[in-house]
């Protein structure tokens, strides 16, 4: 597609549900990356994929949270037992590889728990 | 571990210029970038220093010297709709320099 393309834009789960994330990159943009922000903060990082492998998921908070990638496609960012602190806005970027430099960021998916 | 530090915020009115500068510490550095967000938009990129310098686009510029870990993005002729969140990025050896760590974001406010 023309973008980076992410579902929902707005999510309302109650605590202790799982919650899926969707992240459609860039066609031909093999490295997609994952990033959390909370409101008024910076990006963390939570996990990239180069193709279909998960060379970095440092950034992943606990095991209740896994992500996996189809082919050099879409992505979903899958969160188990929601807390309220994984309250926040779930940004998925891609680029052309994993040596350059410039994200195409999606507009987010704001993830509220309740 | 990497470190970013960045004013939390910069206000200023239009037509005027303005410097946000970032300091970095990492482990081997492959770059700074600067990325613009709008309240509830997506981070834009705007430009990318790998090399001692400055990098001119438009009415931004981009400055970067890895001597001293620091680098700054200057915004000329400032607009209203220059109003939003700046970031700064560094790509670093003990960060997994395949990915990008972000700076905590300088929010820029322009008054008329």
């Known amino acids: 597609g023309a973008g980076v393309s992410q579902s929902p834009s707005n999510k309302v789960t109650e605590k202790g549900k799982d919650v899926e994330l969707r992240c459609d990159p860039i066609s031909g943009h093999t490295a997609l990356y994952w990033y959390r922000q909370r409101l008024g903060q910076g990006l963390e990082f939570l996990i990239y994929f180069q193709g279909n492998s998960a060379p970095d998921k440092s950034g992943l908070p606990s095991d209740r949270f896994s992500a996996e990638r189809t082919g050099e496609s879409v992505s979903t960012l899958t969160i188990q037992r929601t807390q309220q602190e994984d309250s926040a806005v779930y940004l998925c970027?891609?680029?052309?590889?994993?040596?350059?430099?410039?994200?195409?960021f999606g507009s987010g998916t704001r993830l509220t728990v309740v | 571990g990497q470190s970013l530090e960045q004013p939390s915020e910069v206000t200023a009115v239009e037509g005027a210029i303005v410097q946000i500068n970032c300091t970095y510490q990492t482990s081997g550095f492959y770059g700074l970038s600067w990325y613009q967000q709008h309240d509830g938009g997506a981070p834009t990129f705007l430009s990318y220093?790998?090399?001692?310098g400055l990098e001119e686009t438009g009415r931004f510029s981009s400055f970067l010297s890895r001597s001293d870990s620091y680098g700054y993005l200057l915004l000329q002729e400032l607009q209203m709709k220059d109003s939003a969140s700046y970031f700064c990025?560094?790509?670093?050896?003990?960060?997994?320099?395949?990915?990008?760590?972000f700076g905590t974001g300088t929010r820029l406010l322009v008054s008329p």
């Open positions: 990025a560094v790509r670093g050896a003990n960060t997994g320099f395949q990915k990008l760590v």
């Open positions: 220093n790998a090399l001692d």
């Open positions: 970027a891609s680029s052309l590889d994993d040596r350059n430099y410039g994200y195409t």
